[in-house]
């Protein structure tokens, strides 16, 4: 079993930026892909950003891409999320979830792929 507890969510204004934060415990960490997804009002879960389970590669959804940053540090068992230039569609709770594989593959963009997840917290950007 793996826990993941998300910090980090809030009100910004747009074109602020946000830093989220998961910590996970129970398990190897470097045993997992990480991913971050989120998820609107009245809209399906849908797929930010996943690292490779060294951090060197990434996955980006095409919504976030150059303006998000996905990280992780394998010592403190933590994946990050940076978020700059915020806009109101951004507005969402976001999701950290863990899946025990050796590489990143299409299969990490999928939510129902995903093993662990965290509870969610909740960014709103204001315009």
């Known amino acids: 079993q793996v826990q993941l507890v998300e910090s980090g969510g809030g009100l910004v204004q747009a074109g602020g930026s946000l830093r989220f934060s998961c910590a996970a415990s129970?398990?190897?960490?470097?045993?997992?892909?990480m991913h971050w997804f989120r998820q609107a009002p009245g809209k399906e879960r849908e797929f930010v950003a996943a690292?490779?389970?060294?951090?060197?590669?990434?996955y980006y959804a095409d919504s976030v891409k150059g303006r998000f940053t996905i990280s992780r540090d394998n010592a403190k068992n933590t994946v990050y999320l940076q978020m700059n230039s915020l806009k109101p569609e951004d507005t969402a709770v976001y999701y950290c979830?863990?899946?025990?594989?050796?590489?990143?593959?299409?299969?990490?963009?999928?939510?129902?792929?995903?093993?662990?997840w965290g509870k969610g917290t909740l960014v709103t950007v204001s315009s």
């Open positions: 129970g398990r190897p960490f470097n045993s997992y892909t």
């Open positions: 979830a863990a899946r025990e594989a050796v590489a990143l593959t299409w299969r990490d963009k999928q939510a129902n792929e995903m093993d662990y």
């Open positions: 690292i490779s389970r060294n951090g060197g590669i990434t």
